[in-house]
């Protein structure tokens, strides 16, 4: 049996960076993006979630397609990979306009 397994991974204990974390927000920690769990104050430790289908500010501009990739430009999801973070994939249509979009994140 493996002795060096540390724990599933979807959720982490992470610092929160400038500005703190609010939970249900999405946040990007280096290149990882993760969705706070809670409230947590700048330097803070907080629970981040890195899996899941979650509801997420969009581009209101754009039209996704199911399976469409999805990345982070730091304030909303899109899916103009240009200098933004691949995070997943919509798990379904979302309109233009509209504000939200789901999407299942890859960690």
């Known amino acids: 049996m493996a002795t060096?397994?540390?724990?599933?991974?979807?959720?982490?204990?992470?610092?929160?960076?400038?500005?703190?974390?609010?939970?249900?927000?999405?946040?990007?920690?280096?290149?990882?993006?993760?969705?706070?769990?809670q409230d947590a104050a700048e330097g803070a430790a907080f629970e981040g979630q890195c899996t899941g289908v979650w509801e997420l500010p969009k581009t209101s501009a754009q039209a996704w397609t199911e399976g469409v990739e999805v990345?982070?430009?730091g304030n909303a999801a899109t899916t103009a990979s240009t200098d933004n973070t691949f995070?997943?994939?919509?798990?379904?249509a979302a309109a233009n306009p509209?504000?939200?979009?789901?999407?299942r994140l890859s960690a």
């Not at 500005?19 to 280096?30: F, N, P, R």
């Not at 509209?98 to 999407?103: A, E, Y």
């Open 4 to 37: 060096n397994f540390i724990q599933p991974g979807q959720v982490l204990t992470l610092t929160a960076p400038a500005g703190g974390v609010t939970s249900g927000v999405g946040y990007l920690i280096g290149a990882l993006f993760v969705v706070a769990l």
């Open 71 to 73: 990345y982070w430009n």
């Open 87 to 92: 995070i997943g994939h919509a798990a379904a």
């Open 98 to 103: 509209s504000s939200h979009g789901l999407v």
